[in-house]
């Protein structure tokens, strides 16, 4: 996470657009604040929290459409297919590119791009189809371009969507997470989270053909429902605008045991879950 | 934001959820999501009502009672006799673009007349459930019109059932001013309203407003309350309107696909269970 | 037995070259649908189809076919003509009729005839509008022309002409009573008044291709390929009622005079067809 | 609304109010329950069905049941105007009542209802159309009422119709959709209503069924009905259907018998 | 055996599926064959002997055909830029098409060889018949064509004095009138109509 | 019958202003008190929908002097657009438009022949290459048959039948004619050879003004 050093006072402190920072004038100004003409004090532009790298202020809005930066792991839907190229709708300002050399072409990472594969660009992905990718960079124009060029990337299968504000996402070293109670959770960083069975093969042995095969494994009852459940904890948290990491999402997981899975969905059932959660954290913080 | 596209997996996975009764979200093929309804919301209306399905879809429904002239050029003698003595209900859907992006400038347009067509079918007309001869004051000459407004806040699937309630709710809280009818003598009759509210009333017959039930049919099965994401799936949709006492006042289908003659009457039992 | 493969070039030809088509057909003086330069298509008209009008027709040459129905409202006269009602000709070119036609509201070619229908309706005073007086100042009738046409293939102002003047023959106006006290106009269904026209106008178009061959009653392709068409609307004393010659290569009065011949034995045609309808 | 591209009549014109006579006051059945037209209360008219009307059009059918006259059009398929890719072929239906179809003038400019009853005609006819069959392209249906007697057994005529025109334009269908009316009038079922028995009806149902896949396409009712009612109704009109289908069936194979 | 009456309607079920495979006008539901055209119903001795029989409907209405993958096309040149030429189809393989599709023709999809050298307005002039092959259903206006092959290319052209012109080699024609040469890449001549 | 100042086979007095509007070409034409403005803009870009590969796409707007274009107003365009069509060389600018927009100044009958005339003088003016030049002249027969030429609007009022016509300069072609009302056969004729007498009158008048305006 970030350095935290605690020599200003106006660390983490909540800002509001207009509002001064800092009239020190040696700091660098980041994403969120602007520089007024006369007095040169630091005025953020957005209502977040203030964040302090080194010589760098930036402000964190609460709510935003997702920024990308390089590396990133997204989950993007196909809205449009162009001739050598797909276009990716990733909650973003506008929709991200996906190049027909940036995936892994059926039949091995050797093969290379052939004509007709120019032509058939739907048997890889079709409008509407999910897909996993790393945020490669973005184009002069400001549109990003992503890239699948990873066995762990591509279609996603056995599993459904959820929605949740990308604030809440954190960045962390792997965002393919298997929770204990044996279902796989793929965070996206612009807020798409995937929640879908636990693949038992591992990565090479996926046989390079069948990746963008249209047709799901079998699930049985008890998995789809610790879907479901994952699920529902995941909206609860993201509706009391918790951040969500694969530990949290399992703690909620345990609190909502008490509860059916379908009750999940009253008010007063998240209400619980989310309280236990944040008792669990405050504990698990007072150890360290 | 209501997904519009969706990948051949998705719908795949929540066919064959459905096919052994457990739905993305937990719930079974026919169970209904919270409901949350507040009525009285807005003051200058006659009545209105607010209603939210799950933390989704969310409709508000305004009631305006207005006075009106009959109008009943040009039908048959006899016909128009009838439609002297009634008042009648004029309805208005629509989709706001914050509800979804779709719906944003002439997207709307189809889905909001569909709807409003459906309204007033149902709502004109004896199965209506309101008594439109009360709502006469001089026949011939003035008569009340009641004007149901319904604006969908946010899309979150089913909104033909949430529409359907909010509708009743706003009616069953709607006051009607009473109207003093003076008789001037030669035939003349002439009629104002009283001030008081106490003296207001309310429509006669709101108990039996119709509320509709969605089935949507996903494969061989249909399930009830849908997520945009299930719609998206489904490949028809049966609405049936019912009222209290287990009376079938509608059925309409929309959507493209076609329903096997035997589901058909199965589904339309599956109302009274609901119920 | 999908059609021969020669039935197939012709048809590639006639889109790729239509004039060089038509000369072909002319010069062995036939025309594409078999028929010689001055033969008429088979025409037929049928009366009072519609039972929800006041008068109605249908009217089928070749394949053009119109449906003519007149619907009688009641409104207030025009200030300065208290006496007149209104007569309101309109035609609906639909896309149900051709493929060149696009939905919404009528297009240039709709809007043209339903004018020329006007005109011919005024300037040839065809029907003594103060015929249509309910009430003096108060109340007249209003009889709305409607032309649906329904399959378009050529020469439609003839079809709609016959179409419009044989739905006025027929049409019944219902015995109307102005009511003091309601101000509402009542009309019996029994007793029913029938209109009686000056006169029974009815045109025929010639359209001119290369400058000098004359092609009676054209087809949609046919016409579609020549530019000038001559129109010429006689009634029954052998009077004219209108000439129209618009667009194409200049042509000289013999042509509008072998017109006027060919459109006085057509009228005495059609005026048969018409009687043998009723 | 002042419609500058017609001949313009007077802003405001009426219809008159038409007295009817004492002694024609309808009586939907005598006593052994025979209607006006002598049919008994489950009988369907005899319908007239003929294809081929339209020259210009790829298919096209014309169909006359008692008074209700009713052309329709099909062209296509042909290029879709719409910009998004669409894997599937797209179906648009126009109706259009003739101004002087019904009772009271219709407005020629197309109005709320005439959007809504197309809506309800493909909703009918897509389940039976191979739409797949035609990426990128587009079936434009234009349906003309010349004559409206009862605005329930019309919609049924217009599906029927449609139906066969498509078929004649040579479109892949997975089958013919029949589609028949009934009213509720009295507690009992009236098939395929006029315009006077329609003006008496607590309640109407429409249903169009693809007899030989044995599946409803679409189902339209209204009006304060029982569940046992209903599904008499469903069974009368689905034998409707059959009936209908064998009629469709002869309009399209009559110009092939008798050109061999 | 399916039963034999001659004339069938969409939706008409034909026969049992086991043992017989779906032509052309026919398709396949549960365990039965349906007709989907109106047409006369034919069965087809398999061309290889193991394949189980082919029920067909052969169609009787004409239809307006539809550009599909593979589809032998006769269109005009409509536009022209430096990348592409845009072309109108008229006939799909040998039925007119009523309303015209729009195709575009690729600079790399106008011949087989020396892709890249091919500089368009030496193939293709505005007015231009050509015959092409349709190779993708493309984005949502156009279709892809080629004229990568032989018996693809300009059919019929008028050259700049207004008389037709006749192709003398796969890359030049010459104008009746004036015997001046024109660049086309030109169809190679006198060769029916592929059926498609 | 009202009082005609003029004899019945003379033409009102006709003046012409070219450059009325500063646009590629236009001209004021005048029968009298009927007065039609026409400017003409083209060959100009035109629009992917309307392109005509091998010809120049014409466009007529005509512009009543009061109230909103209607039927009337789209039958003028349509005869106008038509008979202009036969006489430019279109094949010269394909694939461009010509916009042709009419608007009248002043009505005292007459209008679509002044209109024509208008249209003829602004294509010149604008230096648009044609093949021949359309003349428009109308004419009536009143109640006691004889013929008036160019007449005003009372005139045409009570005229038993109302005749336009627009010949070609060069074969006295008859490009368009349009007449309604009631008139036997030897009427039209009649007028016919009396309305070309007139055109020739108006050639000349129009020769006479090109000579004054490039001198």
Known sequence: MFVRTQRDNFESKVVTPGQVITADTQYMRGHGTYLNEEESSHISSVAGVVERVNKLITVRPLHTRYTGNIGDLVIGRITEVTNKRWKVDINSRQDAVLLLSAINLPGGVQRRKTEADELQMRKFFAEGDLLAAEFQGSFNDGSTSLHTRNLKYGKLRNGSLIVVPPALVQRCKTHFHTLSCGVDVTLGLNGYIWVSKHSSKNLDELDPEAIYSNDNEPVDRSTRETIARVCNCINALSRHFMCITDTIIAYAYEASLKYPVKDLLKLEAMEFVTTEVRHKLSVVRSIY | MAPVLISALEADYILKGIDDNLRADGRGRLDYREVILETGLITQAHGSARCRLGEGTDVLVGVKVDIGTVDIDGTEEEVATVKAKRGRVVCNVECSPIASQQFAGRGADDINNELTQMMSRVLNGPQGGLNLEKLCIIPGKACWIVYIDALVLDYAGNIVDTMFMTTRAALFNTQVPKAIIHDLGDGEVEFDLSEDVEEWERIEGWEHVPISVTLNKIGSRHIVDATPLEELTTEAKLHVMVNRNGKICGIQKSGSGSIEHSLLSEMVQVHIFVI | MVKNSLAFEAETFRKIQPQEYLRRFIQGNIRPDGRSLSQFRPTTVNQSCITTTNGSSMVRIGNTTVVCGIKAEVATPKFNSPLEGYLVPNIDLSPICSPKFKPGPPGELAQVLSENLNNLLKSASVLDLTSLCIKEGIAVWVLYIDLVCVNYDGNIYDASVIGMITALTNVKLPEATFEESSGLVKATEELSVTLKLQRIPYSVTVALFDGQHLLVDPTEVEESITSEQITIVFDEVGQLCSIWKVGGLPSSPEHLKQCMNIARERYKQISMIVKSSI | MVDRRRIQGPEVSVAPIIIKSADKRTCLKDEHSRRRDGRNLEDICPIFLKTGLISQANGSAFIEIRRTKIACGVYGPRQTKIPSFSGKGNLNVEIKFAPFSCQKRRQPYRDAQEKDLSQLVIEALVPSIRLDLLPKSTIDIYITVLENDGTASCLAAAITCASVAVADAGIEMLDLVPASSASYIGGEIYMDSDLAEEQHETGYLILSYMPSLKEVTHILQSGDVDLALTTQAFEQCTDACSKIYSVMINSLLLPIRDTQ | MPNLTKYVTPGRRLCFSEGVTAGPGVYERGEYLYASVVGVVQELAPTTEGEPRVVTVTREKVHSAVPDVGSIITGKVIRMTTKEAVVSIMVVGNMPCKDDFQGIIRSQDVRATEKDKVKIYNSFRLGDIVRAEVISLGDARSYYLSTAKNELGVIYAQSVAGAVMIPISWQEMQCTKTKTMEPRKCAKPDIPLPEK | ?215
Do not use: W
């Open chain 6, 1 to 215: 019958m009202a009082s005609r100042k003029r004899p019945p086979s003379k033409i009102r007095t006709i003046s012409i202003e070219p450059n009325y509007v500063n646009r590629d070409g236009s001209a004021l034409f005048k029968f009298g008190d009927s007065a039609v403005v026409c400017s003409v803009n083209g060959p100009t870009e035109v629009k992917l929908r309307d392109e005509k590969v091998d010809k120049a796409t014409i466009d007529v707007i005509f512009k009543p002097l009061v109230g909103l274009p209607g039927t009337k107003d789209k039958t003028h365009e349509y005869i106008i657009r038509s008979t202009v069509e036969s006489v430019i060389k279109s094949n010269l600018y394909p694939r461009t438009l010509i916009q042709i927009v009419c608007q009248v100044m002043m009505d005292d009958g007459n209008i679509l022949a002044t209109a024509i005339n208008a249209t003829t003088y602004a294509l010149m003016n604008a230096g648009v290459e044609m093949k021949d030049i359309a003349v428009a002249v109308a004419c009536i027969v009143n109640k006691d048959g004889n013929i008036l030429i160019d007449p005003e609007l009372r005139e045409i009022e009570k005229a038993q039948s109302y005749h336009t016509f627009a010949f070609s300069k060069t074969s006295f072609g008859l490009l368009f004619c349009e007449s309604t009302g009631l008139f036997t056969e030897e009427q039209y004729f009649e007028c016919y050879a009396i309305c070309k007498i007139a055109a020739q009158e108006i050639i000349d008048k129009i020769r006479m003004k090109i000579q004054l305006d490039l001198t």
